[in-house]
């Protein structure tokens, strides 16, 4: 199991970007494949998480109504668009895969990628 974040960087406030994971060594559409991120001293903090077929879609209410989540099951990639980005965006963000029977926002998983920084500053 391989999970390949790309994507972060230095963005002033009010940017945006967009968080790619490729995943691979697994049947990716069999899985919820979440993001969670973690800025510097603090503990990890549940993002977004996406069912196998894309229809369902979470948010922590901290990111709610400004990223999207979405996954494209043919290319084995998962996304997360971030708009309006604030400093407290700031964090190291990580995909990871949902393990199989745990309720999705339970926040059970299994492989998590190296992750990506993302820095909002001006």
């Known amino acids: 199991v391989q999970l390949v974040e790309s994507g972060g960087g230095m963005v002033q406030p009010g940017g945006s970007l967009r968080l790619s994971c490729a995943a691979s060594g697994f049947t990716f559409s069999s899985y919820d494949m979440s993001w969670v991120r973690q800025a510097p001293g603090k503990g990890p903090e549940w993002v977004s998480a996406i069912n196998t077929g894309g229809g369902s879609t979470y948010y922590a209410d901290s990111v709610k109504g400004r990223f999207t989540i979405s996954r494209d099951n043919a290319k084995n990639t998962l996304y997360l668009q971030m708009n309006s980005l604030k400093p407290e965006d700031t964090a190291l963000y990580y995909c990871?895969?949902?393990?199989?029977?745990?309720?999705?926002?339970?926040?059970?998983?299994?492989?998590w990628g190296q992750g990506t920084q993302v820095t909002v500053s001006s």
């Open positions: 990871a895969r949902d393990r199989v029977g745990w309720p999705i926002l339970q926040h059970e998983y299994d492989y």
